[in-house]
C-alpha cells in the first residue's frame, strides 16, 4: 500500500497532488493510486484517470533507471462543481433537469437553477415544488450522482369543437326498432305504433355550436393557438324555420312528419293513401307519403321525403328523396339474370322486416329486421340485418356492396347459396383526398414564408406608422397571415383525422357475424378475397395486410 504522505492537496485546494520516487516506491497499479484517492479530503475529488494512467505508465518505466531516482509530480484527481442539465423536449411541451452532485466542488444552488432556466428560455409551466425536491434529493447523493425531473410543462392548447345538429323527434324509419309493448309486456311486432307526426312550434332540431377552443402555452411561454371548431348551418326547410326566441333551435311552423335533411329539418304535407294500386295510380308527390296498405305488382311511388308503408311493397319502385320504410316486407321476384322486379331508391334510409328479390339503392344506412334474400343491395353507410336483440336477421344470396360494412346475424345458408359481400371499397378514394389536401397544405406553408418574409423586410415601425396607407398594408398583410394561419391549422387538423380514418379503415368497415357464416360466402374487403369453405361461427371478419382474417374472440 502506498504512504497517504505521498498524496497531499495543491496550495488552492483545487487537485490532489501525487508525488512519487519511481526507485522508492515503484512499480505502481492504478489500483494503489486510487486506494489513495480514498483517504479523507480526497474522497470527495473526481479521479482523472488519464492522469492516473499516465503516472503508472511513467513510474514504472524509471523503476530501476538512473532518473527513477528523481521525484515525479502528478495531478490525480480535481475539484468539480455540481452540473445543472436542462433537456427540453422537441415539442417545446416539457423541460427536464438533470442535477449531477460535486465532487468536492460548489453544489447547486437555486439560483444557479434559476439562472440555467433564464439561459435556457425554461419560464412557463414551472413546478417549484419538483424543483425544491430536486434540490433535497441533491443532497443525499454521493460526488457525481445524479438526480432527474420533468420541471416545466406547457398547457397544450384545446382546440374548438366542431358544432353538431342533434334532432329532437323520432323518425318513422325508427318505428320498426320499437314494437309496441302490450299491457302483459309482450311485444307486438305487428303493432308498430302511431306515425310520427309534428305540431307547430314543436321542437325539432337543436344546433350545439362550435366552440373557439382555448389558447395554451409552451415551456418558453409561446402562445399556442387553439384550432376552432368548424361551423354547421342549421338549415329551415319546408314547414320548419328558425325559433325567433333562439336561432339555435329549429322548430315545426305547419303541421306534418319530420323529415331529416344534411343540415337540418323539414315538414311535409303527408299524403295518406290505403293502397297504390292500378285503381289509384302511380304516385309522384311534394312531401312526405304515407301508405297504410300495399304497394301492388307495376306501381310507381316518388316523394321529395319520406316514403312509410305499413304493409308490403311487390314488384314496384319506390324513389324517395328522404327514406322509405316498410313495415312489412318487400317483395320481388327474378326477371332476367341480373335484373329484379322491385326497385327502391333513397337518399336517406331503406327499412323493412324482411326483402327478397328487390334492387336496393341507399345514400344512407339499410337496416332489415329479419331476412334479406337474393336482392342486390347498394349503401353509401351500413348494411344491418338484424333485429334489435341481434337474435334473427339472415343475409341470403345476392350482391352486397356496403361501403361502411355489415352486420348481419347470420350471412349465407346451410345450402351453400352463394352471397357476395364487398366492404370498405372506397380507401383509395381516401388516399387521393388525403394527397390533395398534402398539396394544399405545402402551397400554404410556402404562401405562409412569403408573407412572413415581406413583413420582415418591412422597415422599423417608427418610420410607417404615421402613413395610414403604410398602415392599412400591414394590417391586410397581418391579417392575411393570420387568415392563412387559422386556415392551415384547420387542414392539418383534417389531415390528421383523414389519416386516422384510412389507418384504421378496415378495423372500422368490416363484416360481423353474431351467430355464422356458412360455405360459399365470396367476401371482398378492399382488394383482399376470399370465398368460405366451412361454416364460421360467431366472428368479425376483417382486411389485415390485404388478406381476410376471421377473429372469432374480439366479439361485439
Known amino acids: 500500500m502506498l504512504s497517504p504522505e505521498l498524496i497531499e492537496l495543491s496550495a488552492d485546494n483545487s487537485f490532489a497532488e ?15 493510486i486510487l486506494t489513495l484517492l480514498t483517504l479523507p479530503d480526497f474522497d470527495c475529488l473526481f479521479p482523472l484517470e488519464p492522469s492516473i494512467q499516465k503516472a503508472v505508465i511513467q513510474v514504472n518505466q524509471l523503476c530501476g533507471q538512473d532518473d527513477g531516482q528523481f521525484e515525479q509530480f502528478f495531478q490525480i484527481a480535481e475539484r468539480r462543481d455540481g452540473l445543472i442539465e436542462v433537456e427540453i423536449n422537441e415539442d417545446k411541451m416539457s423541460a427536464q433537469m438533470q442535477l449531477t452532485a460535486s465532487w468536492g466542488g460548489n453544489e447547486v444552488t437555486i439560483q444557479d437553477i434559476l439562472k440555467s432556466l433564464k439561459t435556457n428560455n425554461v419560464g412557463m409551466g414551472l413546478s417549484k415544488v419538483k424543483i425544491q425536491t430536486l434540490l433535497k434529493q441533491l443532497t443525499q447523493l454521493q460526488p457525481g450522482e445524479t438526480c432527474r425531473s420533468v420541471i416545466a410543462t406547457g398547457k397544450p392548447s384545446v382546440n374548438g369543437t366542431n358544432a353538431k345538429l342533434e334532432r329532437k323527434v323520432p323518425l318513422a324509419r325508427e318505428r320498426l326498432l ?3 309493448e302490450r299491457e302483459d309486456g309482450t311485444v307486438d311486432m305487428r303493432n308498430l305504433g302511431s306515425v310520427i307526426m309534428v305540431k307547430p312550434k314543436d321542437l325539432l332540431m337543436v344546433k350545439h355550436p362550435a366552440t373557439l377552443g382555448s389558447k395554451g402555452y409552451n415551456i418558453h411561454g409561446e402562445v399556442l393557438f387553439p384550432v376552432p371548431g368548424k361551423d354547421l348551418q342549421l338549415t329551415e326547410g319546408d314547414g320548419s324555420g328558425l325559433d325567433p326566441a333562439n336561432s339555435n333551435h329549429l322548430i315545426a311552423i305547419v303541421a306534418g312528419q319530420p323529415v331529416e335533411t344534411k343540415t337540418g329539418m323539414k315538414v311535409d304535407d303527408v299524403l295518406n293513401i ?4 292500378v285503381g289509384y295510380g302511380n304516385v309522384d308527390f311534394k312531401g312526405s307519403v304515407m301508405i297504410t296498405g ?3 305488382e307495376g306501381m310507381v311511388v316518388k316523394s321529395s321525403g319520406d ?3 305499413m304493409g308490403f311493397v311487390d314488384s314496384s319502385t ?3 328523396e328522404g327514406d322509405v320504410i ?8 327474378q326477371l332476367k339474370e341480373n335484373e329484379l322486379s322491385t326497385k327502391i331508391q333513397a337518399k336517406g334510409q331503406i327499412c323493412a322486416q324482411f326483402i327478397q328479390y328487390s334492387d336496393l339503392d341507399a345514400q344512407g344506412e339499410i337496416l332489415v329486421t329479419k331476412q334479406l334474400l337474393h336482392s342486390h343491395t347498394k349503401t353509401k353507410q351500413k348494411l344491418t340485418v338484424s333485429d334489435a336483440n341481434g337474435r334473427r336477421g339472415d343475409l341470403v344470396g345476392g350482391i352486397v356492396k356496403a361501403d361502411k360494412g355489415l352486420k348481419a346475424v347470420i350471412i349465407g345458408a346451410t345450402a351453400g347459396t352463394k352471397t357476395e359481400v364487398f366492404c370498405a371499397m372506397k380507401q383509395s378514394d381516401l388516399k387521393k383526398n388525403l394527397k390533395e389536401l398534402d398539396q394544399s397544405i405545402k402551397s400554404m406553408f410556402v404562401a405562409k414564408l412569403e408573407i412572413q418574409a415581406r413583413l420582415k423586410k418591412l422597415p422599423p415601425k417608427s418610420e410607417w406608422q404615421g402613413d395610414a396607407m403604410m398602415v392599412e398594408q400591414v394590417k391586410m398583410m397581418l391579417d392575411e397571415k393570420q387568415r392563412m394561419l387559422d386556415e392551415l391549422a384547420r387542414e392539418e387538423l383534417e389531415y390528421a383525422l383523414i389519416k386516422q380514418e384510412i389507418d384504421g379503415y378496415y378495423q372500422e368497415n368490416r363484416i360481423e357475424a353474431h351467430k355464422h357464416i356458412f360455405a360459399n360466402v365470396e367476401i371482398h374487403i378492399g382488394q383482399a378475397f376470399n370465398r368460405t369453405q366451412r ?5 368479425m371478419v376483417f382486411n389485415q395486410d390485404q388478406e381476410i382474417t376471421f377473429d372469432y374472440n374480439n366479439r361485439s
Open 18 to 32: 501525487f508525488k512519487v520516487t519511481p526507485n522508492t516506491h515503484g512499480p505502481l497499479t492504478e489500483a494503489a
Open 178 to 180: 320499437q314494437p309496441q
Open 274 to 277: 290505403k293502397d297504390v294500386d
Open 294 to 296: 300495399d304497394v301492388h
Open 307 to 309: 316514403i312509410t308503408v
Open 318 to 320: 319506390l324513389i324517395a
Open 326 to 333: 316498410v313495415s312489412k316486407g318487400i317483395i320481388g321476384r
Open 535 to 539: 361454416e364460421h361461427g360467431t366472428c
